[in-house]
């Protein structure tokens, strides 16, 4: 199949090209810059313009852009940009896809669209909770509207927060747990979706290759864990001790709003859509992933 990826240079579009290839797809990766390989095609989101002959017998089309959302503390400025990084990039790919008649977009999303969920379980078919994230969900998977009324198939992926050997949440937490400094955030009892790399990828490409999955999936493991029970996880696989708690405040005053959005609270999100059309997923446990990702 030939398939066009925007938002190739991330953590999980690095992964998926590489995996993808490897499977015996043909992938060009759309770049902002200036073309250096002859597998990029440069577009400019913010104007709206993509060439269009790169869409030309396209079978699907991929969308993961968008600024990390814990990159920098949340000004009003941040925000917007957060904002404008997913819902304008979309926009744009979503009316390419329906003009270029292109049958399938699989486009970024994520569990933040649930908000708050305390202890509750929840799955595609739950509503949308409140908040800046929540709404950011929402806004991002509408944009993808020109392309399914168009007809194309639209996925959009309810990731959750991906287990990597290299970069994302653990980038940042292993040297701190590697020092013995890693700790449990406010109550502990906030639920962390989580997927490891290696399932966010296979599930990625699942979606894109079966034809009975559509509109929201949730891209996380099957068994959410609390902080606290990640925190001890995650010391066990370092043969580190995690002792200190950080204080609610302490972490609000760190980091500011992101830390009632995405720290202090959480998803005790669950596979579904997957699950039942038949996903395997290699880490199912938070121990699993852990260990994989840290003996790499």
């Not at 095609?41 to 396209?58: E, F, H, N, T, Y």
């Not at 699989?106 to 908040?131: H, L, M």
């Not at 579904?272 to 260990?291: N, P, W, Y």
Request: overall charge neutral.
């Amino acid at each position: 199949m030939r398939i066009v990826v925007a938002g190739s240079s991330g953590l999980i579009g690095n992964e998926l090209v590489t995996s993808l290839r490897g499977d015996g797809h043909e992938v060009t990766r759309l770049v902002r810059r200036q073309p250096t390989k002859a597998d990029e095609s440069q577009w400019d989101p913010g104007r709206g313009q993509i060439d269009d002959a790169v869409l030309r017998g396209v079978g699907a089309v991929i969308n993961l852009c968008g600024a990390g959302i814990g990159d920098k503390r949340w000004s009003g400025a941040y925000k917007q940009a957060l904002r404008d990084s997913r819902l304008t990039t979309t926009d744009v790919l979503a009316h390419a896809v329906a003009e270029a008649g292109v049958p399938v977009l699989v486009n970024g999303s994520a569990v933040g669209f649930y908000g708050d969920t305390g202890d509750r379980i929840v799955d595609e078919q739950s509503p949308s909770g409140a908040g800046f994230l929540s709404a950011l969900c929402r806004d991002w998977e509408a944009a993808t509207t020109p392309a399914s009324k168009a007809g194309a198939r639209v996925v959009s992926l309810r990731t959750a927060t991906v287990l990597s050997p290299t970069g994302g949440m653990l980038g940042k937490l292993r040297p701190l747990f590697s020092l013995g400094l890693g700790g449990r955030l406010g109550s502990g009892r906030q639920y962390l979706s989580w997927i490891s790399l290696p399932d966010e990828v296979a599930a990625i490409e699942f979606a894109l290759t079966h034809d009975d999955v559509s509109g929201p999936v949730d891209l996380c493991a099957p068994e959410p864990v609390t902080n606290a029970h990640f925190t001890s996880a995650m010391g066990r696989a370092l043969h580190r001790p995690t002792p200190w708690i950080v204080p609610g405040f302490a972490v609000k005053a760190l980091i500011g709003e992101f830390a009632e959005e995405a720290v202090l609270t959480g998803q005790r999100a669950v596979p579904k859509v997957l699950t039942d059309a038949g996903f395997q997923f290699r880490h199912r446990t938070v121990e699993d992933a852990l260990s994989y990702a840290i003996t790499r």
